[in-house]
């Protein structure tokens, strides 16, 4: 089956500790985003990938990290110097022109 | 960053009911897309729109592309117990822009 994979579902993280959240795809799409959603609120995006090796911030990078050495791969590290980091993280990938985003499942982070 | 003035922020209705909502801004888009969320999941796109006084259907589900590309509307007819979620709106201003404009999301109770 063709999609978007993140993993884990649930991601807890210790003070001072970096984590990294994992999105996976098989859809042959050159973009990947990665956003951040708070309860009850809609959807900020953290950084954004149109082509393998290159990675733009968004609204809200602070305190997080990317890479894109791989096409099917956009790894998220939520940093310790992300002081607030408890949220639902959404991946999502797109191809083309028309930025139609396809979204993965969602890592919920917390802190312990 | 810019955002979509999506309304209403909540909905509660009769099962049976119709179900209207809309995004409007005050720039001009090139593309509409209406996706939904259900609990712990990621969204899921339900209508995409590409022109100007666009009406698109999915089964209960009707989008329009406003004229003026300023908005778009969903109306969702004879609700039911699984329309239950958030439902985003969201823009992309531009054919190639790298980036979506996401709405607050409007979020949708059923009483049965």
């Known amino acids: 089956d063709g999609g978007i994979t993140q993993s884990p579902k649930y991601l807890f993280r210790k003070e001072g500790q970096n984590v990294t959240l994992s999105c996976e795809q098989n859809l042959n799409h050159d973009a990947m985003y990665w956003y951040r959603q708070d309860p009850g609120q809609g959807l900020r995006l953290i950084y954004y990938?149109?082509?393998?090796?290159?990675?733009q911030k968004g609204d809200i990078a602070e305190g997080y990290s990317v890479s894109r050495e791989k096409k099917e791969s956009f790894p998220l590290t939520v940093t310790s110097a992300q002081k607030n980091p408890t949220a639902f993280y959404l991946c999502a990938s797109s191809i083309g022109k028309v930025n139609i985003q396809y979204f993965g499942a969602g890592t919920r982070l917390s802190v312990l | 960053g810019q955002q979509l003035n999506q309304s209403p922020q909540s909905m509660f209705i009769q099962e049976g009911e119709d179900v209207s909502m809309n995004c409007t801004s005050s720039s001009i888009f090139n593309t509409w897309l209406w996706y939904k969320q259900e609990p712990g999941e990621g969204p899921v796109l339900l209508i995409a729109l590409y022109k100007a006084g666009e009406l698109t259907s999915n089964g209960r589900l009707t989008a329009q592309f406003g004229i003026t590309r300023k908005d778009s509307f969903l109306n969702i007819s004879a609700s039911i117990p699984s329309d239950v979620g958030i439902y985003f709106c969201a823009g992309q201003l531009s054919r190639g822009a790298q980036k979506l404009v996401f709405g607050q999301g409007t979020r949708l109770t059923i009483n049965p």
């Open positions: 990938s149109q082509i393998v090796n290159d990675f």
